[in-house]
């Protein structure tokens, strides 16, 4: 009588990806989580965000202070917030990126919560960076992560201006 053996799963070949996926759902398949390694606070307000996530398959965003940097030189979206700031209380410009990073750390955040639920907590993150002068000191880069994520767990959202 003819035996059948099973290939061991480590060894299987994986099926191909569904032709109708995208390159970055299919990675996926794989375990393997794609981060958005930009954010932009029109991307966030005109739901191109979201759609990347539940479209293209994004897992995650990546924030940091060049790519906040570059948002606001090529963009309007926050021109209107940082005259409005800058007209208030006196504030260095690591205050007032803080501000504009925080809100729009948060509104992304909200965007990738059901993807953090669904995956059981394993993707839908929004990175927020610790200033890279305290590489140094691990005691003080651990007190400053802390105070970011306080900031960003329990500030208020204080810009609601729409997307140009």
Request: glycine content about 4%; charged content about 25%; hydrophobic content about 30%.
């Amino acid at each position: 009588m003819p035996t059948t053996q099973s290939t061991p799963p480590e060894t299987q070949k994986k099926e191909s990806p569904k032709k109708s996926q995208t390159p970055v759902k299919a990675l996926h398949e794989y375990r393997q989580s794609v981060w958005l390694d930009y954010i932009q606070r029109c991307m966030i307000r005109s739901g191109e965000l979201l759609r990347l996530i539940e479209e293209d398959g994004i897992r995650g965003v990546t924030s940091n202070p060049a790519i906040f940097q570059k948002a606001i030189a090529s963009t309007t979206d926050y021109d209107k917030l940082l005259s409005t700031l800058s007209l208030g209380a006196d504030q260095d410009a690591l205050a007032l990126y803080e501000q504009l990073a925080i809100e729009d750390i948060k509104a992304a955040a909200d965007i990738l919560k059901p993807l953090y639920e669904s995956s059981h907590y394993k993707d839908g993150y929004v990175s927020l960076e610790v200033s890279p002068y305290l590489a140094d000191d691990g005691e003080q880069t651990l007190e400053e992560a802390r105070r970011l994520w306080y900031e960003v767990k329990f500030s208020g959202h204080a810009c609601r201006d729409s997307c140009h």
